[in-house]
């Protein structure tokens, strides 16, 4: 089992910046591939960026290429999402979730087996 905990939300003006954490738990990370992703209110939860377990192959929703990057410290276990560039419509609850892989990261939501309790991201005009 592993156990997901996000931090960093919070409330910040459009074009500011935010760094979520997410910090795990219960086995080592180090064998487990990691996604964020969001949910708006009205709106399915979707894949914002994701990670392989190395550190070495990311993948970046196209809403958000360019602003946001994804990465990992082994050590720390945890995974970052540093979040630039915010606009109103990156307002949401962001959550990461987990998977064992020594490979691949995941971009579908029933890829993943753990998840956090999400924090909630609001971006004003």
């Known amino acids: 089992q592993v156990q997901l905990v996000e931090s960093g939300g919070g409330l910040v003006q459009a074009g ?7 910090a795990a738990s219960g086995r080592p990370f180090s064998s487990y ?3 964020w ?3 708006a209110p009205g709106k399915e ?3 914002v960026a994701a990670i ?3 550190g070495g192959s990311t ?5 958000v290429k ?16 540093q979040m630039n560039g915010l606009k109103p419509e990156d307002t949401a609850v962001y959550y990461c979730a987990a998977r064992r892989s020594d490979t691949y990261y995941y971009i579908r939501l029933d890829e993943y087996d753990y ?11």
Do not use: H, P
């Not at 998840?115 to 005009?125: F, L, R």
């Open 37 to 39: 992703f969001r949910q």
């Open 33 to 35: 591939a990691v996604g």
């Open 52 to 54: 392989t377990w190395s």
């Open 115 to 125: 998840w956090g309790q999400g924090t909630q991201v609001t971006v004003s005009s």
């Open 66 to 81: 360019g602003r946001f990057t994804i990465s990992r410290d082994n050590a720390k276990n945890t995974v970052y999402l």
């Open 59 to 63: 993948y970046y929703a196209d809403s």
């Open 45 to 47: 939860r979707e894949i």
């Open 16 to 22: 500011g910046s935010l760094r979520l954490s997410c």
